[in-house]
């Protein structure tokens, strides 16, 4: 079976991998349009406001920061959907894995057995997290790490019964060594 | 002596950002869950940055600089 995460063992069965919900992404790409749209006022607007500026030289100039600037856009296009990409979380039938790349050099794995988990709650706020159902899952844990957050991830009552379900599969003796070694 | 300034912060920027590409390409290719999107998707970025660094290129070696004797 071809792993899907690191660590991942040979008898373990992934039921979800989550991503955050792709509005969050829509948010960022509307950012980096607002840099965009400063490229865009540049042509339609200053050119046509100032006469020095289409002069050869003037152009010359403007074209070789226009294409500079337009490279560094790109690249933090790219850094953005990397970002989305790499924050993810997953649910197998024995724990939970949170993939968090907070920045390019930041990179984060926190798992926890099913055994673990004491308490599971989904949140939706807001009008657009309600009108795209988006939200967050928060799992109480009894280990090192006492909360998991799976942030702005869809569906998030359908994650939370996933985890339920799967935590009410987990044998007894497990759960009760778990809250043992709490 | 203008030129020469000129220069150093444009192909001063344009280093800074090829280190920023070569991290996130190795980030990716480290950390992410399938090879072939990413080499794919690098494939592409380099395409683009690697056309828009000619036209930039392009376009300032023929900006003319006033020259100054210090």
Not at chain 1, 91 to 102: A, G, P, S
Not at chain 1, 103 to 110: N, V
Not at chain 1, 160 to 175: G, M, N, S
Request: glycine content about 4%.
């Amino acid at each position: 079976m071809t792993s899907i995460f690191p660590g991942q063992q040979p008898n373990e069965k992934i039921y979800e991998l989550t991503r955050q919900h792709w509005i969050i992404f829509a948010k960022q790409i509307a950012v980096w349009l607002i840099f965009v749209a400063i490229l865009l006022g540049y042509d339609g607007w200053a050119v046509r406001e100032f006469d020095f500026l289409r002069t050869p030289p003037a152009e010359r100039i403007a074209t070789a920061i226009k294409s500079l600037y337009l490279m560094y856009l790109v690249a933090g296009l790219f850094t953005v959907w990397i970002l989305y990409y790499l924050n993810y979380q997953i649910i197998t039938n024995n724990r939970i894995v949170d993939v968090d790349q907070k920045s390019l050099l930041f990179h984060a794995a926190t798992e926890i057995h099913l055994a673990q988990i004491e308490d599971v709650t989904a949140e939706v706020k807001g009008f657009v997290g309600n009108l795209f159902n988006y939200g967050t899952v928060y799992v109480q844990t009894a280990g090192a790490k006492t909360m998991f957050e799976f942030d702005n991830v869809p569906d998030p009552k359908r994650i939370a019964k996933l985890i339920l379900d799967l935590y009410e599969r987990v044998p007894v003796a497990e759960k009760a060594a778990a809250r043992e070694g709490k | 002596m203008i030129k020469l300034v000129a220069q150093i912060i444009f192909y001063g920027l344009v280093c800074i950002l090829a280190a920023y590409s070569v991290l996130m390409v190795y980030v990716l290719l480290r950390y992410g869950q399938s090879k072939t999107l990413t080499l794919v998707l690098s494939g592409l970025y380099a395409l683009v940055m690697v056309t828009l660094f000619s036209a930039a290129v392009a376009n300032f070696v023929r900006i003319s600089f006033p020259e100054f004797e210090l």
